[in-house]
């Protein structure tokens, strides 16, 4: 299964690494990806932190869902995402001008 907010895409995953390590929330709950050009960010609400885990093992950012949650951020709609193991992507787009590929920022 493939969520997609924007920039930011969940893919589900059957496992999370043994090796990851658990992030703690900030104070407003699981930031998935910070937006370099509004400074708005991807967001599980932190009234959902006792249904979610959030790891990272070798630079890779990883999600735990034990209860369907929302992702939310100021420009997108809210994205409802269901109980499974998810890891966290940015939308990358090919620039043909330059030719080079580049994430995708909002």
């Avoid at 059957?14 to 910070?34: F, M, Q, R, Y």
């Avoid at 999600?63 to 939308?91: D, K, S």
């Amino acid at each position: 299964m493939l969520l997609v907010q924007g920039d930011v895409f969940l893919h589900s995953v059957d496992t999370i690494p043994e090796s990851a390590t658990l992030l703690k929330p900030n104070p407003t709950g699981h930031v998935l990806a910070e937006g370099e050009a509004t400074g708005h960010y991807h967001l599980i609400p932190k009234r959902f932190a006792t249904v979610t885990k959030l790891y990272e093992d070798h630079g890779k950012i990883y999600l735990a869902v034990f209860r369907a949650v929302e992702l939310i951020h100021p420009e997108h709609a809210t994205v409802v995402v269901p109980i499974g193991n998810y890891e966290v992507g940015r939308v990358r787009e090919f620039d043909p001008f330059t030719e080079e590929i580049r994430r995708v920022e909002d």
